[in-house]
């Protein structure tokens, strides 16, 4: 008896060993591994938006000094940073395609909106040779930059993913134990997605109109 009570245990030990086995085979670490990266960058990602969410006040209100004509693209670039802000994103998201691309639209408006800070500062001398404004467009070009970095690691994270969980044999792990869905990347847009462009060069002559 004790001796068939042994020989079972060492049977389901063995075979929990063998289930354990082919379970890692079939993806069921990788699967969460690369979903975890992909989330860690999309923080990434995240933190940098936010980084130039934080320096459109200041920027806009430095700008008004010395461009209160400009109204319209004041408000603009403050009304799309509102947009922006206002739709939040969490890791449970990222295989929503709807609201993820509800996401992207917002912050392309703050791209393009910012962009247009570039025809305020070629217009207004004064303004682009403030000492202030122009550390806070530097910081803006730098915050562009990240976000850009950012993008290219996350979707980068995302398509070692989606593959993972569509290939053999972790697609059996990913079905069946995860219920994994595919995370959306960010799709390019040329119109929207280049970093704003501003000249800092020498101060008009005086009396150019």
């Not at 079972?8 to 069921?28: D, E």
């Not at 990913?174 to 869905?181: K, L, N, W």
Request: some cysteine; charged content about 20%; hydrophobic content about 40%.
């Amino acid at each position: 008896m004790r001796h068939s009570f042994r020989h079972s245990a060492l049977l389901r030990a063995g075979l929990a060993g063998a289930a354990i086995a082919s379970l890692s085979g079939c993806g069921v670490n990788a699967v969460p591994t690369q979903q975890e990266e992909a989330k860690a960058r999309w923080a990434d990602v995240q933190s940098a938006y936010q980084r130039r969410a934080d320096l459109v006040p200041n920027l806009v209100e430095t700008a008004k000094g010395a461009a209160a004509s400009e109204q319209q693209i004041l408000v603009g670039v403050t009304d799309a940073r509102a947009k922006a802000t206002a739709i939040n994103i969490t890791t449970n998201d990222l295989s929503n395609p709807d609201t993820f691309a509800k996401f992207q639209g917002a912050q392309n408006q703050l791209t393009q909106a910012l962009g247009q800070l570039r025809t305020v500062v070629e217009k207004y001398p004064d303004l682009k040779s403030q000492e202030r404004f122009a550390d806070l467009m530097t910081q803006l070009e730098g915050t562009e930059n990240r976000i850009n970095v950012a993008r290219e690691r996350y979707n980068s994270a995302v398509q070692a993913y989606n593959t993972t969980i569509r290939t053999f044999p972790a697609v059996v792990a990913a079905r069946v134990v995860y219920g994994a869905q595919p995370m959306v990347p960010f799709q390019a847009d040329a119109s929207a997605q280049s970093a704003p462009k501003v000249s800092f060069g020498a101060p008009a002559p005086s009396g150019t109109k």
